[in-house]
């Protein structure tokens, strides 16, 4: 059993944190940049997010399994939530299979320059939106 | 039997005399090759006075191929070379890819062994079965590029095509104690100041054309393996960012964990990080791409400056190391620069780790007021002050003004500047830490300390497993899961990887980066089916082990105690910031632990009863251990 009780939760916090992180203007611009279509595919507990950034606003969808993605992600909901906290080694965590990345793997290594300020962001917005459960580092 | 070419040559400048020797193919088997080869040789010829300066004529130079040396499999190019080190002292090595080693066994040569000094400048002309030593008169002063292109030209009518060139520049020339010897414009034996010792010789040079066939005792095996390897390679991300970015690419990703050096690793978090990331590399460098020989993965990479202060003509691009030492160390946000800095120090040939490290340590010196302009020779040594560190750097290459000092490395350097600068060191043994910081895997400070060569990531396989990019499942050390920013069980580890590490890119010798993706049973059958032998996991791995403690009883031949295996404070700071905030190595505890598995006593030596079980007795006998 993971961290997160249940999808619903995990959508409400990871999902949460995908649409400030769009709302980003500093992150969103460089995000859009790449055109990439993201689904990230999660278990422990399960859950598809579709992170879009192939238009002029980031858009976060849910549940989407229809939309064809040009990178596809998968990992447990754990490792999801460590990662945010800049705590995943990711040379590591690939190698080992504890994430999988499928797609242009030069487009998808540009997006980490990207995210790096958001891992900043990942704890105080837990405490912010009553998630202070999970803020486990 | 395959693999092999079946003969070493032994060049004795002093006499002038040439060698040819078959290889003793129960010698092979034993050590498999590589350093496993070069070690043993430089032992066997030291061991009765080992008492030798790195720059002397009695200090001989080895250069030894692996068996999968020259067979069309990616990372499988690499070479090595060997001696006492002028750097530190102790015993120093390199590991080289390019196309060298792959024209040497084509010629018919497994390595070459170089003793005594020639009196005048000199360089080793093989064609096959002619093997000469010639005047080197006309290239003598010329740099790496210089050389390369006019041995080339010079040559190429006589050999019927254009042969490879594995040569000094004016730092080895100008005994720089950190110049490299480079193949082909670009493939740098870096470390260790390996090029200062060919400089004391007066030799400049080996010029090759190989035009034999190395088979493979088993082609059908091998073909069946490289079939199963394809969809390995395809599915490695690792292998996908190297092809994409080459080693750069890790600046994004060591950037997250915090293993990036920054402001001579006071730091390890820089907003402005990204300015001399992959993206900017590509945007404003890059230029193309390059391979070593019969390698898909074409990491290395080439860059271009075309206008400005830092304009260069296209030739190799900066590694990652280099982009660290010559960018986030000096804060340097100029990538143009540091392509330029990385051009001139593989135009003089020397060690860009070192290089861009000692020039960080001469800023924080300058901006601490040890030294100022006046003897900087009117340089302004501020951080990120580009076109200050090109000109240093040109400095040095010369070993002109300032740059004389700086060219002795940061150790010797602190000694000369004195006052606190030794505060300022981040050398093991002498040698400058690599870029990859122990506060973010507290295993590489332990694989910094016990380094036979000084501090040096490439020393064990340790930071490709503890950094992430290697697993072998086959070794349970290899492949355990370890809690994060921890000390514990970093010295069993540390173990694992070396007598692992010694096989695979010591003695078989497969490249830390474009072989990564193999496990040991897919390493291991490559190497019986080119060979022709049935090695063991056991047996590769005591070969390892014996490779290990004859490097390391060689350091200690050289004068190497306890008290080198140190970590230098400014490593073992804990930083208030940043992706590894709060975490610090317990070196003590690991050094300890370490000491215990390796059977080695409170002087840091092994005990004679654990290098006579490795067969090493006589290297027992050297250490006065008996």
Redesign the interface.
Known sequence: MGLFESSEKFEEVLGGFFRELAENKQIADKLLKSKLIIRFSYTDPDLIIVVDCSGDKLDVRPHDTETKATVEMSMTADVAHKFWF??V????????KEMV?KGP??KI??L??AI?PS?AMYPKYLEDNGYSQYNIY | MGGYAGQILYVNLSSGTIEKKPLDMAFARNHIGGLGFGARIYFDLIKKNPDIDALAKNNPFVLMTGPITGFKLDGAARWTIGTKSPLTGFWGDSNIGGFFGARLKFAGYDGIVITGKAENPCYLFINNDTVEIRDAGAYWGKDIYETDRAMVSDLKSETGRSGTVFCIGPAGENLVKYASIINNKRHAAGRAGMGAVWGSKNFKAIYVNGTGKIEAADPKKLDEIKEELKEVYEES??I??LR??GTP?HI??G???GDVPIKNWQMNEWEEI?DI???EIEDKIHAGNRTCYGCSVACKKEAEVKEGPFKMEKGPSPEYETVATFGSMCLNTNIESIAKANDICNRYGMDTITCGATIAFAIECFENGLITESDTDGIRLNWGNAEAIVAMTEKIGKKEGFGAILADGSAAAAEKIGGNAKEYLTTIKRMEAPMHDPRSAHGYALAYAVSPRGACHEASLNFNVE?????IPEIEELSADYE?FSSEERAKLNVACQDYGMFFSCCAIFCNLGAVPLNATQAISIVNAITGFDYTLDEVLQAGRRLWYLKRGLTNLFGARAKDDQVPERLMTELENG?TAGSLPDIDRMLSEFYEIRGMNKDGIPRADVLEKEGLGDLASALNLA
């Open positions: 800049g705590k080694n990711l040379t590591k965590a690939l190698t080992r990345a793997i030069p290594l540009k980490l320059p790096k891992y | 991300i690792f996908d960012a994409a970015s690419a994004d990703v950037s997250l964990a990204d990331g992959p993206g950094g992430g990019s290697q697993m994060e992706p």
